[in-house]
């Protein structure tokens, strides 16, 4: 005669065994449950293991336990309550998936910095190019500071003095003048009775010309 040996129920059994022993109760077998549900079976037996991290995340997985506690006659609330703190390591409220969030989404805000900062390094580049295109291409600033405009003298000469810029070439009347390095200059003129153009010409290298005419009128 066989000795009879008792076996200790499980008083509090987790919630794998009590999904477990529910569908053993019912003779039920996965694959039957998995077709009526819907549900992988996979999905099912890694709910009786509680492996929940094999379970898709987000709603999905709260909503198999759900199902399955349902189909069994076991009370879901009670199951999703008991096993709150498993559960909530693996579901979330998200109602497709637990998003990852990939390294790039954090370098969003820098790469928004550094397309700012390229963008401004080519725009003074671009704004530099412009002013030395002006400053090669453009007249060089050309100032008289004597004589003055429409003049009326007496003398046969007279002192012609500007400001242009040092790099500036000055002709007075077709004639070299040199210039200081701060680009001032002088030239005394000789002038003829009567009416006296004097015309005062600057050029850069590779610049237009700047002129200025005076008018000398010579009794």
């Known amino acids: 005669m066989t000795a009879f040996t008792p076996r200790k129920l499980n008083p509090d059994p987790n919630l794998g065994d009590r999904l477990r022993q529910a569908r053993l109760f019912k003779n039920l077998k996965i694959e039957t449950i998995a ?14 293991e509680e ?42 409220d998200n109602p497709f998936s637990q998003p ?18 390229i963008g401004l390094a080519v725009l003074v580049c671009f704004l530099y190019l412009i002013f030395y295109f002006k400053k090669i291409v453009f007249p060089p600033t050309l100032i008289i500071t004597q004589p003055e405009k429409n003049l009326l003298i007496k003398e046969n000469s007279l002192n012609v003095t500007g400001q242009t810029e040092k ?49 000398i009128l010579v009794e």
């Open 35 to 48: 077709k009526k549900l819907n549900i992988r079976a996979e999905y099912l037996i890694a709910l009786e």
């Open 51 to 92: 492996r929940y991290d094999y379970l898709p995340a987000g709603l999905y997985g709260k909503n198999f336990l759900r199902e399955y506690a349902i189909f069994l006659g076991l009370n879901p609330k009670e199951f999703l309550t008991d096993q709150q703190t498993k559960i909530n390591t693996n579901f979330t």
């Open 100 to 117: 990852i969030i990939k390294k790039s989404k954090f370098l969003i805000f820098p790469r928004i910095i550094r397309n700012i900062l």
């Open 167 to 215: 790099e500036a070439e000055v002709k007075i009347n077709g004639e070299l003048v040199l210039n200081n390095n701060n680009g001032s200059f002088s030239q005394t003129v000789n002038l003829k009775r009567g009416l006296n153009n004097i015309v005062i010409k600057a050029k850069k290298k590779y610049s237009r010309e700047k002129t200025v005419i005076r008018q």
